[in-house]
């Protein structure tokens, strides 16, 4: 320890550690680094000024270390290591670490500061390092009532300037841009420098430059701050300001509040007398400097003075405040007492458990909210009463003895009184509590069981006395009964509950509860219902057996009605559906076989008229019952939605309808009859025409098969058949008419032909259509035969190779037989991707509109274009070229005078003009011409 402050690793230097934290992990501001610039080097220069130099420039005048050395020794005075005196940079470094050695001997850490950014004039490092000098000779030394040295030195800023008005000095950087409280600081050790009532806080830079030049001129304190800087900034640099202040603080804090204007006149020995003087008068001297040292002495007398009377008033001070609270939380607290004894000694009740209730959740809201306050309130009495007697006897005063009945002993009896009280109130709620508690629940257990006998009775009277057993079926009427038996059996069942209640309603008589004569008259009312139920009951028992007698004899009527009216009902539905049936019938036997059994009904319809007058005679029957006891709804079946009146109606229908279908079934034969004849007719016909097609069609066929003769023979004879298929057309059209009269008879079957109309206009056509397109076949092939040049027995196989995988004689192949019936003929189809895709562009050509099968026309066609030669684009362009004399376009002229006039003007109106080199007006361009013939471009 130095001086009162630790350094090193003790805590005075933490203060500068967080600096230097701050200074790594913050950039300078550049208004700050401006600042702090022009204030550290005034700071740099008021201390080198004493060895008779300075620097201008503060990154720069430090590089090579000697300005910093005697820096360093002018703050400390102490002497440092000899500097080396060389220019080289390990110079400069050397000399600059010796400065740092130093600063570090002092207990300083220096953190990111080295000496080679400083020799290199890194100014963030520089003012960095100056600052950490200033906290550590200039305002670390700095103690204020144990404070560190900033805090420090903010308290004595802010106990000099307290009393002058516009001042409150809070920091460092806002605090001091009005320049008031630098004034401050003036005026509170030097009153005749500065006028501070002429001062104002809306004239920041007069403020600022009268303190300034004040300071400049007479404690000797440089200007280190910029007026303009500290007004424009919004937050002035802090290290600045804490700088410039520590100077007003080493200038004046030795003065401490005696005012320079104590001494006197600057004039008090006279200025020439000194200057002329080689020896000033000794006396003259002596004199001068004891006014210093009497008016420092008596000064600092009246202060330790003043000091001693401040404390010792301000303990008694506290004494007597500690007193008069003492007295008034005494007083306080004894009447809160005063007033709650009664509280807790009344023990009146309204003798209900809600009321005890509310009284005990009082008493819990006095020990949860009332209470503890002055449980706090009694403990910091007698704390303070401690802390007041202790106080009295460390400062020599006599013990405080409080006033009449306010002791702490007074206290503490009442409280314990109170206390006591509490305990027996509580005591004594909780009792009634139960006692309360077992009437409430007498109460309780009487209404919950009046209430559930209430609402079991609840509308009972009213059922037992209702007549709804007269508007009831027999089913009903059982469920009614046995519903009435159940409620017997719960009637029983619940006398024993009505005893309970009755028992109830006397122990809380016994017991005195304070609603006695509602539980009374509410057992009473009870008691009375319960006798009058009784009565009801058994009266309604015997209304529904004498009803349970009258239904049931009517029931056994309705359902002997049901059982025979159901079968007879659906007997006369069948009937009357069979008598109205609109049949169809093709043939005798049908009609015949309907008429047959219209004769076996014919015979039953006596036994069902027994049938009838017996269901009739049991709807009379109870008819009769139902008027005698005036039953409603007594006629109602419930066993069947049928009347005697629906049967009546449909038995009348069914012999209204037998006649009927007497006469349909009758007209319906001669029909058939009829309809038999034109059955043969057409199938004697029919019968000679079909085969006749059948085997016309057979021999085109086998014409069609070209296996025998020529081309030219195969035509002839289709030409034969084709002449006498015209022949036979009337035969066809004679069967047409005799068709067009079955078709009117609604003739569908025939059973003496398998023949139809259909099938055989059918095989008519297609008999045309099959030599009309044999013999276009014949033509193209011997149209292709001569145009291609294939003979007669290339023909022949390929028509035997088509023919042998035409299987099922279509005259065409599916994709597969046509495969086949290549491979059969050489070519060479493989089963790999590619093979699959040159069967696909074969079957492109032989199948132009993808129908999916080969006709032989064009498996004619793809097989003699694969045989023989065929002319190619490139024959006709060299055809052309031919024409157009070995010139790539040809002329108008060239195609008029080579080609014939029709042709000529094709070619020319097709022919796109030729762009090549060489063009003349009007050349054509045969050859896109040539490719598009053969569809190898766009043309």
């Given at each position: 320890?130095?001086?009162?402050?630790?350094?090193?690793?003790?805590?005075?230097?933490?203060?500068?550690?967080?600096?230097?934290?701050w200074?790594?992990?913050?950039?300078?501001?550049?208004?700050?680094?401006k600042?702090?610039?022009?204030?550290?080097t005034?700071?740099?220069?008021?201390?080198l000024?004493?060895?008779g130099?300075?620097?201008e420039?503060?990154?720069?005048?430090?590089?090579?270390?000697?300005?910093?050395?005697?820096?360093?020794?002018v703050?400390?005075?102490?002497?440092?290591?000899?500097?080396?005196?060389?220019?080289?940079?390990?110079?400069?470094?050397?000399?600059?670490?010796?400065?740092?050695?130093?600063i570090?001997?002092?207990?300083?850490?220096?953190v990111?500061?080295?000496?080679?950014e400083?020799?290199?004039?890194?100014?963030?490092?520089?003012?960095?390092?100056?600052?950490?000098?200033?906290?550590?000779?200039?305002?670390?030394?700095?103690?204020?009532?144990?404070?560190?040295?900033?805090?420090?030195?903010?308290?004595?800023?802010?106990?000099?300037?307290?009393?002058?008005?516009?001042?409150?000095v809070?920091?460092?950087?806002?605090?001091?841009?009005?320049?008031?409280?630098?004034?401050?600081?003036?005026?509170?050790?030097?009153?005749d420098?500065?006028?501070?009532?002429?001062?104002?806080?809306?004239?920041?830079?007069e403020?600022?430059?009268?303190?300034?030049?004040?300071?400049?001129?007479?404690?000797?304190?440089?200007r280190?701050?910029?007026?303009?800087?500290?007004?424009?900034?919004?937050?002035?640099?802090?290290?600045?300001?804490?700088?410039?202040?520590?100077?007003?603080?080493?200038a004046?804090?030795?003065a401490?509040?005696?005012?320079?204007n104590?001494?006197?006149?600057?004039?008090f020995?006279?200025?020439?007398?000194?200057?002329?003087?080689?020896?000033?008068?000794?006396?003259?001297?002596?004199?001068?400097?004891?006014?210093?040292?009497?008016?420092?002495?008596?000064?600092?007398?009246?202060?330790?003075?003043?000091?001693?009377?401040?404390?010792?008033?301000?303990?008694?001070?506290?004494?007597?405040?500690?007193?008069?609270?003492?007295?008034?939380?005494a007083?306080?607290?004894?009447?809160?007492?005063?007033?709650?004894?009664?509280?807790?000694?009344?023990?009146q009740?309204?003798?209900?458990?809600?009321?005890?209730?509310?009284?005990?959740?009082?008493?819990?809201?006095?020990?949860?909210?009332?209470?503890?306050?002055?449980?706090?309130?009694?403990?910091?009495?007698?704390t303070?009463?401690?802390?007041?007697?202790?106080?009295?006897?460390?400062?020599?005063?006599?013990?405080?003895?409080?006033?009449?009945?306010?002791?702490?002993?007074?206290?503490?009896?009442?409280?314990?009184?109170?206390?006591k009280?509490?305990?027996?109130?509580?005591?004594?709620?909780?009792?009634?509590?139960?006692?309360?508690?077992?009437?409430e629940?007498?109460?309780?257990k009487?209404?919950?069981?009046?209430?559930?006998?209430?609402?079991?009775?609840?509308?009972?009277?009213?059922?037992?006395?209702?007549?709804?057993?007269?508007?009831?079926?027999?089913?009903?009427?059982?469920?009614?009964?046995?519903?009435?038996?159940a409620?017997?059996?719960?009637?029983?069942?619940?006398?024993?509950?009505?005893?309970?209640?009755?028992?109830?309603?006397?122990?809380?008589?016994?017991?005195?509860y304070?609603?006695?004569?509602?539980?009374?008259?509410?057992?009473?009312r009870?008691?009375?219902?319960?006798?009058?139920l009784?009565?009801?009951t058994?009266?309604?028992r015997?209304?529904?057996?004498?009803?349970?007698?009258?239904?049931?004899?009517?029931?056994?009527?309705?359902?002997?009605?049901?059982?025979?009216?159901?079968?007879?009902?659906?007997?006369?539905?069948?009937?009357?559906?069979?008598?109205?049936?609109?049949?169809?019938v093709?043939?005798?036997?049908?009609?015949?076989?309907?008429?047959?059994?219209?004769?076996?009904?014919?015979?039953?319809?006596?036994?069902?008229?027994?049938?009838?007058?017996?269901?009739?005679?049991?709807?009379?029957e109870?008819?009769?019952?139902?008027?005698?006891?005036?039953?409603?709804g007594?006629?109602?079946?419930?066993?069947?939605t049928?009347?005697?009146?629906?049967?009546?109606?449909?038995?009348?229908?069914?012999?209204?309808?037998?006649?009927?279908?007497?006469?349909?079934?009758?007209?319906?034969?001669?029909?058939?009859?009829?309809?038999?004849?034109?059955r043969?007719?057409?199938?004697?016909?029919?019968?000679?025409?079909?085969p006749?097609?059948?085997?016309?069609?057979?021999a085109?066929?086998?014409?069609?098969?070209?296996?025998?003769g020529?081309?030219?023979?195969?035509?002839?004879?289709?030409?034969?058949?084709?002449q006498?298929?015209?022949?036979?057309?009337?035969?066809?059209?004679?069967?047409?008419?005799?068709?067009?009269?079955?078709?009117?008879?609604?003739?569908?079957?025939?059973?003496?032909?398998?023949?139809?109309?259909?099938?055989?206009?059918?095989?008519?056509?297609?008999?045309?259509?099959?030599?009309?397109?044999?013999?276009?076949?014949?033509?193209?092939?011997?149209?292709?035969?001569?145009?291609?040049?294939i003979?007669?027995?290339?023909?022949?196989?390929?028509?035997?190779?088509?023919?042998?995988?035409?299987?099922?004689?279509?005259?065409?192949?599916?994709?597969?037989?046509?495969?086949?019936?290549?491979?059969?003929l050489?070519?060479?189809?493989?089963?790999?991707?590619?093979g699959?895709?040159?069967?696909?562009?074969?079957?492109?050509?032989?199948?132009?509109?993808?129908?999916?099968?080969?006709h032989?026309?064009?498996?004619?066609?793809?097989?003699?274009r694969?045989?023989?030669?065929?002319?190619?684009?490139?024959?006709?362009?060299?055809?052309?070229?031919i024409?157009?004399?070995?010139?790539?376009?040809?002329?108008?002229?060239?195609?008029?005078?080579?080609l014939?006039?029709?042709q000529?003007?094709?070619?020319?109106?097709?022919?796109?003009?030729?762009?090549?080199?060489?063009?003349?007006?009007?050349?054509?361009?045969y050859?896109?011409?040539?490719?598009?013939?053969?569809?190898e471009?766009?043309?």
């Amino acid at each position: 320890m130095e001086n009162g402050v630790y350094y090193g690793d003790g805590n005075a230097d933490g203060y500068m550690e967080q600096e230097e934290e701050w200074e790594r992990e913050g950039l300078l501001d550049p208004a700050w680094e401006k600042q702090q610039k022009k204030t550290f080097t005034a700071w740099c220069n008021s201390h080198l000024r004493k060895a008779g130099t300075a620097i201008e420039n503060i990154d720069n005048d430090f590089r090579n270390g000697l300005k910093l050395m005697l820096l360093l020794e002018v703050i400390s005075g102490e002497t440092l290591p000899k500097p080396d005196r060389g220019k080289m940079r390990f110079h400069k470094i050397a000399n600059v670490n010796k400065a740092l050695d130093f600063i570090a001997s002092k207990g300083v850490k220096l953190v990111s500061i080295g000496a080679e950014e400083i020799v290199d004039g890194n100014l963030k490092m520089t003012l960095g390092m100056i600052w950490t000098i200033i906290l550590r000779f200039a305002i670390q030394d700095i103690s204020v009532e144990e404070m560190t040295a900033k805090e420090g030195l903010l308290l004595w800023c802010q106990r000099k300037t307290a009393p002058y008005k516009n001042v409150n000095v809070q920091n460092f950087h806002l605090s001091f841009k009005d320049g008031l409280a630098f004034c401050a600081l003036i005026h509170r050790h030097r009153p005749d420098l500065i006028d501070y009532s002429k001062l104002s806080k809306d004239n920041p830079l007069e403020n600022l430059n009268t303190a300034f030049d004040v300071a400049e001129k007479y404690p000797d304190i440089p200007r280190m701050l910029d007026p303009d800087d500290l007004i424009n900034t919004p937050k002035p640099d802090e290290r600045a300001i804490m700088t410039y202040v520590s100077c007003y603080y080493h200038a004046f804090q030795g003065a401490q509040q005696v005012g320079f204007n104590h001494f006197p006149p600057y004039n008090f020995i006279q200025q020439p007398n000194r200057q002329n003087t080689a020896m000033p008068d000794e006396r003259a001297v002596m004199t001068y400097v004891s006014s210093y040292y009497h008016c420092f002495s008596g000064a600092q007398k009246a202060e330790t003075a003043a000091n001693r009377i401040c404390k010792v008033l301000k303990v008694n001070q506290e004494n007597e405040r500690l007193m008069e609270e003492y007295e008034r939380l005494a007083s306080d607290l004894l009447e809160w007492i005063r007033r709650t004894m009664p509280w807790l000694n009344s023990r009146q009740t309204d003798n209900s458990l809600a009321g005890v209730q509310k009284k005990l959740e009082e008493y819990r809201t006095y020990r949860r909210k009332h209470k503890p306050p002055r449980v706090e309130q009694k403990a910091k009495l007698e704390t303070n009463f401690n802390t007041l007697q202790t106080k009295l006897r460390l400062s020599n005063r006599p013990a405080y003895m409080p006033t009449e009945g306010k002791t702490v002993s007074d206290i503490a009896n009442a409280w314990k009184g109170l206390e006591k009280a509490e305990k027996a109130f509580e005591e004594w709620l909780l009792a009634e509590t139960m006692r309360l508690e077992r009437l409430e629940h007498l109460a309780q257990k009487f209404k919950h069981k009046a209430d559930t006998h209430e609402d079991w009775t609840r509308g009972k009277e009213e059922m037992l006395q209702s007549q709804d057993f007269r508007q009831c079926r027999l089913n009903e009427l059982k469920a009614l009964k046995k519903k009435h038996e159940a409620f017997e059996s719960d009637l029983a069942a619940h006398q024993d509950r009505v005893e309970q209640i009755a028992a109830i309603a006397q122990e809380l008589n016994t017991l005195e509860y304070h609603d006695c004569m509602s539980v009374n008259a509410r057992c009473q009312r009870i008691c009375d219902q319960w006798d009058r139920l009784g009565a009801l009951t058994q009266r309604r028992r015997q209304a529904l057996d004498e009803a349970e007698r009258i239904l049931e004899k009517i029931d056994i009527l309705h359902l002997e009605f049901a059982k025979r009216a159901a079968p007879f009902n659906n007997w006369l539905d069948g009937t009357r559906e069979d008598l109205v049936d609109m049949f169809i019938v093709h043939t005798m036997e049908e009609i015949q076989g309907l008429i047959q059994a219209h004769d076996q009904f014919k015979a039953t319809l006596g036994e069902a008229d027994k049938e009838y007058n017996l269901i009739v005679g049991l709807v009379r029957e109870v008819e009769t019952i139902v008027k005698q006891h005036q039953i409603p709804g007594g006629l109602e079946n419930p066993y069947t939605t049928l009347t005697a009146h629906d049967l009546t109606r449909k038995w009348s229908d069914v012999r209204g309808l037998v006649p009927q279908r007497d006469q349909t079934l009758a007209n319906e034969l001669r029909k058939q009859q009829n309809n038999e004849m034109l059955r043969r007719q057409f199938a004697e016909k029919a019968n000679a025409v079909g085969p006749w097609i059948e085997r016309q069609m057979d021999a085109v066929t086998a014409i069609g098969m070209g296996l025998q003769g020529s081309l030219e023979d195969q035509l002839h004879r289709l030409r034969e058949y084709e002449q006498a298929v015209y022949a036979y057309k009337p035969h066809i059209e004679e069967l047409e008419k005799i068709h067009q009269a079955v078709q009117e008879s609604m003739i569908f079957e025939n059973r003496y032909t398998h023949y139809t109309m259909e099938t055989l206009r059918v095989g008519w056509e297609q008999l045309l259509t099959s030599i009309n397109r044999n013999i276009n076949e014949v033509e193209n092939q011997i149209l292709t035969r001569d145009s291609k040049g294939i003979t007669q027995e290339q023909l022949n196989e390929f028509r035997s190779s088509f023919n042998h995988f035409d299987k099922n004689r279509s005259c065409r192949l599916a994709p597969d037989e046509f495969k086949s019936c290549l491979v059969s003929l050489g070519y060479s189809i493989g089963k790999d991707r590619q093979g699959e895709m040159d069967f696909q562009r074969i079957m492109a050509v032989v199948d132009p509109n993808s129908t999916g099968y080969v006709h032989f026309d064009a498996f004619l066609d793809f097989m003699t274009r694969e045989s023989t030669d065929t002319d190619t684009a490139e024959q006709v362009i060299d055809s052309f070229r031919i024409l157009a004399s070995d010139k790539p376009y040809i002329l108008p002229d060239e195609l008029r005078r080579e080609l014939p006039p029709d042709q000529a003007e094709y070619c020319i109106q097709r022919m796109p003009p030729f762009k090549g080199p060489g063009a003349v007006p009007g050349a054509l361009d045969y050859m896109s011409f040539s490719t598009a013939l053969y569809g190898e471009s766009d043309l």
